[in-house]
């Protein structure tokens, strides 16, 4: 299982949205996108988790394609820097 991260994403882009575009290159195992805790609207980035072909189908395939009129930005998460996991 990969973990993908997703940004450039417009502010009323849903869960729903995203799963369905990114489901055109595999099983969408999770989608999770990170919301404004007061207005309920996307912060402009999320994460999907598919298996790992389908991961990278998905990054060939999507990174730099408009959606709702923003060019997305497509990779693996990579952990930020002085953050641990958990």
Do not use: W, Y
């Not at 009323?12 to 990170?34: H, N, Y």
């Amino acid at each position: 299982m990969k973990k993908l991260f997703v940004g450039n994403l417009a502010s009323d882009t849903s869960e729903e949205a995203v799963a369905a575009l990114f489901s055109g290159f595999g099983t969408v195992r999770s989608c999770k996108l990170v919301m404004d805790v007061f207005s309920q609207q996307c912060k402009g980035f999320g994460f999907i988790e598919m298996e790992g072909h389908e991961a990278r189908a998905a990054i060939a395939g999507l990174d730099g394609r408009d959606f709702n009129g923003k060019p997305l930005k497509v990779n693996f998460e990579s952990p930020r820097p002085g953050r641990r996991r958990r």
